[in-house]
């Protein structure tokens, strides 16, 4: 498969590093500066609506919240481009499979999306994720700018895999639910050998690359164009159920929806694993993180933030439900908590619950 950053001109490269080193210098500058205006203005605000209208009326406030749109903007263009440069090549590829691959690719054309997924240039994507072959490509490659370079490698899906999905030796069957372009799902694989890895989404581009690119990586996967919260699968028949970023794009009734489908899923015992993001208590870095939705159209951001995830997944019978702290750098699963940070992150967290025996 190509790798169309290793094929970027001189021009296409340096557009790239300027709006990468852009967004660094946003989180670890422009951020902190932020971050010391609001402390400055007085005694910690007692909830995350008391820090919104403090941080709205921060002078810093309107540079922060452009900057973080215009950099975005800035990510798709320049990546949008270099993809639609190579578009006629980059098309033919996901057609150039094996013989005999190994893996499996369902695409279902009939699939309705729902408004709440087509109604919206999510991330502010043109055309989201959903629209083109192309726009997975873009997604691909503007992903790794939103990410800062460090999950190069999916080095943030294989520490989410490691340390938060459970010793399953015997494991026969485990669903990646809105798998996009498969970089949640390829990890599974190493993690669970013996079992039939299978990657959901509802966007057949996404889906198409997915499956290239792990026909070219020798992975068994079996992808298959479908709605989380209704997946077709047999009921009570994965070990464990699982997805990364995906809840938090969902209104909340379709979240309660995809949680009672993975319960349906799962066998006795089987554990169900989300890694999403979580308020950490800090109610400024919680107040950025909620108006992050708005900056960066994700409208249904905030109904992750206002439902009690432990509560659905009990009325849904699983147990155990709970979040835990997720460190994207290295550590992984942190049970003790996010710890201090000075820059702009994301407060990862994994929501884990497991089906009773019984």
Not at 4 to 24: G, H, N, P, Q, Y
Not at 292 to 318: M, S
């Amino acid at each position: 498969m190509i790798d169309i950053e290793k094929r970027l001109t001189l021009d296409e490269r340096s557009a790239v590093d300027f709006v990468l080193t852009l967004r660094k210098r946003w989180s670890d500058t422009v951020y902190p500066a932020l971050a010391d205006e609001y402390h400055a203005t007085g005694p910690a605000a007692d909830d995350i609506d008391g820090a919104v209208e403090r941080l709205h009326r921060l002078s810093l406030y309107p540079w922060y919240s452009h900057l973080e749109r215009v950099q975005q903007k800035m990510l798709w263009k320049t990546v949008g481009e270099a993809v639609l440069g190579r578009a006629e090549t980059l098309r033919r590829q996901l057609d150039d499979l094996p013989d005999h691959p190994r893996g499996d690719l369902r695409l279902a054309p009939e699939t309705e999306l729902p408004g709440w997924y087509t109604d919206y240039d999510i991330h502010i994507q043109p055309g989201s994720f959903h629209s083109d072959d192309l726009s997975a490509y873009v997604y691909e490659l503007g992903a790794r700018i939103v990410m800062l370079r460090d999950n190069d490698g999916y080095k943030f899906h294989r520490l989410f895999t490691e340390t938060a999905l459970p010793e399953v030796p015997e494991a026969s069957r485990v669903v990646d639910i809105g798998c996009g372009f498969g970089k949640s799902t390829r990890p599974l694989a190493d993690r669970y050998p013996a079992a039939e890895i299978i990657g959901i989404d509802l966007a057949a581009p996404g889906l198409r690359l997915a499956h290239a690119e792990a026909e070219a990586d020798g992975a068994a996967i079996r992808y298959v164009q479908g709605d989380g919260r209704d997946t077709g699968l047999e009921a009570g028949s994965c070990d464990v159920v699982t997805g990364t970023m995906v809840l938090h794009e969902m209104p909340a009734e379709a979240v309660r929806e995809t949680v009672a489908e993975a319960a349906r899923l799962l066998k006795p015992g089987g554990t169900m694993s989300f890694l999403e993001f979580h308020p950490t208590g800090d109610a400024f870095r919680d107040a950025t993180i909620h108006e992050h939705a708005e900056r960066n159209n994700e409208p249904f951001f905030r109904d992750l933030f206002a439902t009690d995830l432990p509560a659905v997944c009990a009325e849904a019978g699983l147990t155990g439900a709970g979040w835990t702290p997720f460190d994207e750098r290295h550590d992984g699963v942190r049970p003790d908590g996010w710890g201090e940070r000075r820059e702009w992150h994301f407060p990862w967290a994994v929501l884990t619950a497991t089906k009773p025996q019984n």
